[in-house]
């Protein structure tokens, strides 16, 4: 028999009831929170070039505080997810941001490269701890009626993340010095922890599944394939955006004061891929919008990896445009991909989705990994080679998935829970 995971319940039933205006503006704390966590998980790419001089490491070990976070919060979600299952849900979102706000103070203070990378493993099992709980705080004080508002209002605090936060923080770095930028995000995430404490009621916890309910999902051929097409499609894009910054500097010749406003422009194409692909996926089918945005991030690979035969004026030429395509598709996949997963077993949604989560974090840091050895062989102009790699090995797990089913023609059902946030 499926058995299903509800969302949380408050611990006085008069606020759980609370579907008001002013109880879903409470949660612009946890946007707020969603900011700080999308802000230092992707201004870091930004900013290794002077990591990695200040800290005298060179950029491949630089790249593995990327590689080292993202796998950590693979690995730690899950975990984390049993560990704190009892916990009372206000409680747990504020110790998580306080452990947020310390590992950002500590990044800050690094002295070494070893302290910065112990830091940045703090600041993974944090918000690996935050975000599925936050998720799961929205869905149930929104209620029924409200859920995919209030959950879209913790989500916007990612997707604002990547539209401003990591332009930001990268000015902030070229301004005052990457410790700065950890300094500013963690005062975010005080704010944060300060506004959750005042104005959030508790909330009791609700059922979480076990570690081995979660291994029995991944075994389901249909659920398995899909959480393969997301580490391959991740891993393609972070190949690349680790080290966005050294291979626009490498093939289109631009400085560092050309990096802010290439990320604003890849942040405001990401947004409208997420707002597009769900719309999409409920008129042709999540498989399709997987396989054209999939197309679509091949396309620009390529392009990445051809403009490095061209000198660098005409070469941005290409790189620009490319990288539009690229962020409007491979966030868009991200949308489409969690649609398929909902579809396919709405009622272990929650287990399925926080299992997505962690395929995506588990790409990132593949990317990062696989960017790290391309540039340790001092070959920058190969990160699109290796990334298009990752993206016709993603395309073909999909091709080789079937055809559309009824069921992955949309989203459907009441799939949003407590774990569904990356």
Sequence with gaps: MTRTYPVLQELNPGRAQATSADSLASLIWLTLGAFAIGTEGFMIAGLLPALARDLNVGLPAAGHLVTAFSLAYAIGAPVMAVLTAGLERRRLLVVAMGGFALGNLLAALAPSYAGLLAARLLLALSAASFMPAASGYAAALGGPERRGRALSTVTTGLTLAIIAGVPLGVLVGQGFGWRATFFGVAGLAVFSLLGILIRLPRQRPGVTAGLGERLALAKRRDILGVLVTSVLTVAGTFTVYTYLSVFIAGVGGLGPQALAPILLGFGLASAVGTQLSGSAADRCGARSIVIVGGGLALLAYLAFSLSAALEPARAMLVLLPAILIWGFASWGLITAQQARLVALAPALAPISLSMNSSAIYL????????????????????????????????????????SNTSAEGNGGGDGFSSEASP
Excluded: D, P, T
């Design 363 to 402: 790409g990132s840091a593949m990317g990062a990994a696989a960017g790290a050895v391309v540039i340790a062989n001092g070959a920058v102009e190969r990160l699109g080679w290796v990334a298009a790699g990752f993206a016709v090995a993603a395309l073909l797990s999909v091709l080789l998935s079937g």
